[in-house]
């Protein structure tokens, strides 16, 4: 349809039909029912009738969609088709590492590799609108939610979630949707929901960019964010949302608010009833009321008493009927088929894909020669992740974790056989996690104990796969502890004390504090949460049929007492470059000020030798760019793929400026013995920042250039940015 139609179409809609285009609700009370109070109190499931609404959440499956939407259609005055929404994040039916792991693979290409197959299975499935990229910045891995973001650098976010924009919207049949709106990764102590309180040049130097970049992009829709800032919840936030989003980002397409967070504006307490709230989030620029009562009770009767303009209204359904038209809706409302469903979900081309991206995630953080494997070797694979299906991060719905390939059948699958043994259940008893999910304990610990203790003692080397809960990081995931479960740290110590040969392999959907781990292993990798291919991936890399390439997308700390800790952050009037604190300079007194690893960080089966920065001048200018380069080799005897990470650093600001920031990433992949020369072209906008007067500038002066293999690099060069 052409805009004039579409505006024909709105004049002929009357104001109901109009609200109803931004109502949003779960499918769930329309095909199976909501819980709803029954007379006398009584509790009862009523299947609702759907009504005036223009979207769904939270369903899937071509038939039972292309069912709703048809029946909906028929009955809507203006035959108007469902927008139908869904949370696939890393993932449909083929799960792909986690955001975060998909963060240290450093990969935009396998990003959107991923992101378009994603974007099959779920379009087969019947759906228009995947509510992901998540942009949120983390710092604090005590957050549940670090596993859905792509790390803590500002511009690998963004440079990874404008991949995901394109493999979801490529084929223009779905939209992509940012999230979330703003801040969210922020919250203090780390605990979910909790308001964030960052100063605007923090907001909008570190927090604002990976969003800004994603709008860039394209993508088609945003989501409010559940937390405040600056005293505001995201929701009801006119200037975030009409100054920063829409006049500055320039974002144009459908926003809509996070669950039931119009209302939850009542509860945070700038809102009397949900009333108010609606008048809130629609006055702020709020499209779609995602859950929560306020527009669809009360939208209509604030426009008809004059506390609304109608002028509002207009205008969010003009963007969500946009939506509708950019994606076919009015041509084609239904998405997928079964067979399509049949020929895509789980297929060998998603799988093959799942396998390499796991395998490009893994960070090996330390190899004192004990991998790769070799099949000859009397391997014993020990600890709760060595059989385990649950390997698909917190996220998705799936509803058959069977589908997922083990350690143990990876192994089975690459050698002919998988010496195993439990060890030790993920979670303590009574250990809590964010959703029900027991572990079934047939046996006793002690029973698991003994058993791996003596399979460990007949091997030469031990593979201990040990982890996180997948329920332990996701929404409402949050801890004051980062650690891994007692019994598994006992585990640890117990085969270590009979085998020195021990290679940990570590499943987590954050940074997990690992400096026990660290100490009793030769060899320690970090899988994260590795999807459906993960067994098969973890095999590869183990027995050396992939090498390992992966970097850390988030800072490792030493203990939790340290976070939030992140490379980019700033120098102080009292340094402590070793990291040891003696006296009255920067740091604690019972612990380094240094991570256990840092940002950026991560091994091979090779290893890679630097030359010394080399730059093609010494001064630049705004239109004068500055070339900096440096020569790899593979200096060992595998062929490997190694990050090449560029840095900047300004040496003196207005305002104090980060040590280090990541402002390009290149990948190279070399056979033994050769090199190639990897440069990058700086330019005059990498350097701007919000100086003390908040203009968004560069300031003449000294930089530094580092290239290196992690944010510890201290090989660099300098050049002076002139007027
Ligand atoms: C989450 C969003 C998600 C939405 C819909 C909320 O609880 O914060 O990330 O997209 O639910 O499932």
């Not at 600890?383 to 299906?389: A, I």
């Not at 690459?414 to 999910?437: I, P």
């Not at 604690?588 to 000020?593: A, F, H, N, V």
Request: glycine fraction near 8%; include cysteine.
């Amino acid at each position: 349809m052409t805009e004039k139609e579409l505006q024909q179409l709105i004049s002929e809609m009357s104001l109901e039909e109009k609200v109803g285009q931004m109502v949003q609700r779960v499918a769930s009370e329309m095909v199976s029912g909501a819980i709803v109070t029954g007379p006398e109190g009584t509790v009862e499931t009523k299947k609702m009738s759907i009504g005036l609404i223009g979207s769904i959440l939270n369903k899937t499956g071509a038939q039972t969609l292309h069912d709703l939407q048809k029946e909906f259609i028929e009955k809507h005055p203006h035959h108007i088709p469902l927008l139908f929404m869904y949370d696939v994040i890393n993932g449909m039916d083929t799960i792909f590492p986690i955001p975060l792991a998909q963060g240290c693979a450093f990969s935009p290409e396998m990003a959107e590799e991923c992101a378009a197959m994603a974007r099959d299975e779920a379009v087969a499935k019947g759906l228009h609108v995947n509510f992901s990229p998540m942009l949120d910045l983390v710092r604090d891995p005590r957050w549940g939610r670090v596993m859905e973001s792509t790390g803590e650098d500002p511009y690998l976010n963004g440079v990874l979630g404008r991949a995901m924009v394109r493999g979801y919207q490529k084929k223009g049949n779905m939209s992509a949707c940012l999230k979330h709106f703003a801040g969210y990764g922020a919250p203090e102590g780390g605990r979910d929901y909790e308001n964030v309180e960052i100063s605007e040049r923090t907001f909008r130097e570190d927090y604002l960019p990976a969003y800004a970049a994603v709008v860039k992009e394209g993508c088609c829709m945003a989501m409010t964010s559940f937390n405040t800032w600056n005293r505001i919840p995201s929701t009801g936030n006119k200037w975030l949302i009409r100054k920063v989003l829409r006049e500055e980002m320039g974002f144009e397409g459908v926003l809509i608010s996070d669950f039931a967070a119009i209302d939850e504006m009542i509860r945070h307490g700038i809102a009397e009833d949900s009333r108010e709230a609606a008048k809130l989030a629609i006055e702020a620029g709020v499209d779609i009321d995602m859950q929560s009562n306020a527009y669809m009770n009360h939208l209509v009767d604030l426009v008809r008493r004059g506390e609304v303009d109608e002028k509002l209204i207009d205008e969010a359904v003009m963007r969500i009927l946009k939506l509708k038209n950019s994606l076919g809706l009015f041509e084609n409302p239904y998405n997928g088929s079964p067979e399509d469903e049949k020929r895509l979900l789980l297929c060998q081309a998603h799988r093959n894909k799942a396998r390499a991206a796991a395998a490009a995630s893994f960070v090996l953080l330390k190899n004192e020669d004990l991998l790769p494997l070799k099949k000859e070797e009397k391997v014993a694979f020990i600890g709760p992740y060595v059989d385990n299906f649950k390997i698909h991060g917190s996220w998705t719905t799936l509803e058959h974790p069977e589908n997922n390939v083990t350690v143990k059948q990876g192994v089975t699958e690459k050698t002919g056989a998988c010496l195993s043994a439990k060890g030790a259940y993920v979670l303590d008893e009574g250990q809590k996690t964010r959703m029900f999910d027991p572990e079934e304990r047939p046996v006793s610990e002690e029973e698991l104990l003994r058993e791996a203790v003596a399979l460990a003692e007949k091997a030469d080397k031990v593979v201990l796969c040990l982890g996180e809960h997948r329920h332990q990081t996701g929404e409402g995931g949050s801890r004051t502890s980062i650690t891994l479960s007692k019994g598994q740290l006992r585990l640890l110590e117990e085969v270590a004390a009979v085998n020195k040969n021990i290679v940990s392999v570590v499943f987590s959907g954050r940074p997990v504090e690992l400096k026990r781990v660290q100490a009793l292993s030769q060899s320690l990798m970090m899988v994260w949460m590795p999807g459906t291919e993960g067994g098969n991936a973890i095999a590869d890399v183990l027995y050396g049929d992939a090498v390992p390439q992966g970097k850390l997308s988030m800072t490792l700390p030493r203990s939790v007492g340290q976070v939030p800790m992140y490379y980019n952050c700033f120098r102080t009037g009292r340094p402590n470059p070793t990291g040891d604190r003696v006296g009255f300079i920067h740091g604690y007194i019972d612990e380094s000020t240094k991570p256990l690893y840092p940002f950026g960080y991560g091994l091979s089966y090779t290893t890679f030798d630097y030359t010394p920065v080399s730059v093609d001048r010494t001064e630049m200018t705004k239109d004068r760019a500055v070339e900096a380069a440096v020569t790899v080799t593979n200096t060992g005897s595998f062929p490997g793929t190694e990050t090449v990470q560029l840095y900047l650093q300004d040496v003196k600001g207005s305002v104090i400026r980060p040590l280090k920031m990541l402002r390009g990433f290149q990948k190279v992949s070399l056979q033994p013995g050769e090199s190639r020369t990897v440069s990058f072209q700086i330019t005059e906008d990498m350097l701007r920042f919000y100086d003390i007067n908040m203009v968004y500038t560069s300031e003449p002066g000294l930089f530094r250039v580092y290239i290196g293999t992690d944010s510890d690099t201290q090989n660099a060069a300098e050049f002076t940015l002139t007027e």
